[in-house]
């Protein structure tokens, strides 16, 4: 199967999680994928990093849920986590303005030339795409794809972890917003911190010093 080598990177409980899924239909889809492009048009992350928000925690170390929407579609972008690109990529513009908002906010001075968000992942912050694989150059290709993972696995977050944090940053994330037990949890709303959002502005959001304020265990931003 296309995805037996993306599983076998995942050493935390999410494994377990993410097999209690059926992930035939979106292993399937893959496969033809490939059948149809072979090399000549690349899927993103490689199959190792399809899974790789899940590999630095356990379950019930979560913390924060940040909704992304699908990996990045340029070659070595892509590395299985909502928003990171390896340091040495070019950071994108939303992850910049994502930097921006941490160093105003929180008075820090974070290098806009290293986008590796590793070491969220390390604390406790899921980052967490909608789609976790795309066709090399289109975005949004393998988005319907995976909307039933997605829900499963929120549903899961939401149903067995407690008092966790979820940033919703832009319209897509904020339709997830009904999946969660706010009773349980913490919701944080507002635009997407792509330059082009012109509407609901994420810059001065607050939302990484607000998160902190709700979390027992604040992240180092």
């Not at 795409?129 to 090399?136: F, M, S, W």
């Not at 009773?183 to 607050?206: A, C, I, M, Q, Y």
Request: aromatic share 12%; net charge negative; glycine share 6%.
């Amino acid at each position: 199967m296309f995805l037996d080598e993306a599983l076998e990177t995942v050493t935390t409980d999410w494994k377990d999680v993410i097999e209690s899924f059926d992930l035939t239909k979106i292993n399937t889809f893959l496969e033809e994928q490939y059948a149809i492009y072979g090399d000549a048009v690349k899927t993103f992350p490689p199959k190792p990093l399809i899974f790789n928000c899940f590999n630095f925690f356990n379950v019930k170390d979560t913390k924060v849920v940040i909704i992304g929407q699908d990996p990045y579609i340029n070659e070595g972008e892509a590395m299985g986590m909502a928003f990171s690109v390896p340091e040495g990529k070019k950071v994108p513009p939303s992850l910049r303005n994502i930097i921006k908002e941490i160093n105003r906010s929180m008075g820090s001075n974070k290098d806009f030339k290293n986008g590796d968000l590793t070491a969220w992942a390390e604390q406790g912050v899921l980052l967490l795409n909608t789609a976790l694989t795309v066709r090399q150059y289109k975005s949004g290709t393998h988005m319907t794809k995976w909307k039933h993972f997605t829900n499963y696995m929120l549903k899961y977050i939401n149903d067995n972890c407690d008092g966790l944090v979820f940033m919703l940053w832009g319209n897509h994330a904020i339709k997830y917003e009904d999946l969660i037990d706010k009773d349980k949890h913490h919701v944080l709303k507002s635009g997407h911190p792509s330059p082009l959002n012109r509407t609901n502005p994420f810059l001065e959001n607050n939302h990484f010093v607000k998160c902190n304020e709700l979390l027992k265990d604040p992240i180092d931003w």
